[in-house]
């Protein structure tokens, strides 16, 4: 062996003992002050979890996600006191959270199924599960669209669009232009469509990002532009305070929201919104949930097990057009 190759593996000798020593001590200094045993420690990590403006890059777009994830394992069963950790985990003592009903209801049951359209691909993909299954106890049956390939959707009950990622795919979603006409025609027919976050995007005029305006799904009069800064980023708390298709006045809402995108010229829209935001961002800061027709759209995300009226005001409102539409049909 050479010296310099000599010197530089006791210099890696050495980094590696005083990095287990600094650990040694971070262990100990944690354990005393907190009286919680450290369970491992883990070295730098040679993996690179691509990231963009609203934290992560999804699961659809990492190609070698699998070796990612295989690799962290390796890792954690190297480095980690694993049978510690699930002993821990096995005695530890129970949360009290909001119990749910998982049964369906025989009144759904009864020739009540609604058809619950979602867009889901890698552009609309926050959807909480809870959110859906609570839908299915409802009596939901849910049929999937995805927004970059399909030339249409098909007739449902009611559409719901989650948030996600429009702006990264907006060439894709703009240049699918029957996909975007039939949302409109459906919306301008009155089908009821609920939308969170990134389908506020996606039901206006156009959004602006990095340089390029692409038009949208237009049911909404709204422009949208990008940020380099979160626009809103937080929990949120909005009171509806204004007749609209899903939620009853007066009921408080609970959710957070988390976007770079803003209006870029946005009149007086009170009249034409259904939220007060007492804590929050919303559309401008005082107001969110613009809807029209059977349109609605927030910018706050909602939990169905913290709003138990959610789901039940999607699935009413889903099952009182289908009705509607059968009632007069029947007449005339």
Not at 243 to 256: I, M, Q, R, T
Request: aromatic residues 10%; charged residues 25%.
């Amino acid at each position: 062996m050479s010296q310099v190759a000599k010197l530089n593996s006791e210099i890696e000798g050495i980094n590696q003992t005083l990095t287990r020593i600094d650990g040694e001590i971070i262990s100990k200094s944690v354990e005393y002050h907190t009286g919680l045993p450290v369970l491992g420690i883990l070295p730098d990590l040679d993996i690179h979890m691509p990231e963009r403006h609203l934290g992560l890059t999804t699961i659809e777009e990492t190609v070698d996600f699998e070796k990612k994830l295989n690799l962290l394992g390796d890792y954690a069963e190297k480095y980690l006191d694993l049978d510690k950790l699930l002993k821990i985990a096995r005695h530890a003592p129970k949360l009290s959270l909001p119990t749910v009903d998982m049964k369906i209801g025989a009144h759904e049951k009864q020739n009540q199924e609604a058809l619950v359209g979602i867009i889901r691909d890698p552009a609309f993909q926050f959807y909480y599960p809870e959110n859906l299954e609570a839908l299915v106890r409802e009596g939901a049956r849910i049929i999937e669209f995805n927004s970059l390939q399909d030339k249409e959707i098909k007739p449902v009950d009611i559409l719901y669009i989650a948030g996600g990622f429009p702006e990264v795919f907006a060439e894709k979603i703009s240049r699918n232009r029957r996909f975007c006409e039939s949302i409109r025609h459906y919306a301008d027919h009155g089908m009821p469509i609920y939308g969170e976050c990134g389908a506020v995007i996606f039901l206006g005029n156009s959004l602006d990002y990095q340089g390029n305006k692409y038009p949208m799904c237009r049911v909404f009069p709204l422009d949208f532009e990008f940020s380099k800064k979160p626009a809103g980023h937080g929990y949120s708390d909005v009171k509806v305070d204004q007749a609209n298709p899903f939620f009853p006045e007066g009921l408080s809402l609970k959710g957070h929201e988390f976007h770079y995108s803003k209006v870029k010229i946005l009149d007086s829209i009170s009249n034409k919104t259904a939220f007060r935001v007492q804590k929050g961002v919303g559309l401008d800061g005082k107001r969110d949930g613009i809807f029209a027709k059977n349109v609605f759209a927030t910018y706050t995300h909602i939990h169905a097990i913290g709003t138990p009226e959610w789901a039940k005001c999607l699935i009413s409102r889903a099952r009182m057009i289908r009705f509607a539409k059968k009632y007069k049909n029947l007449i005339g």
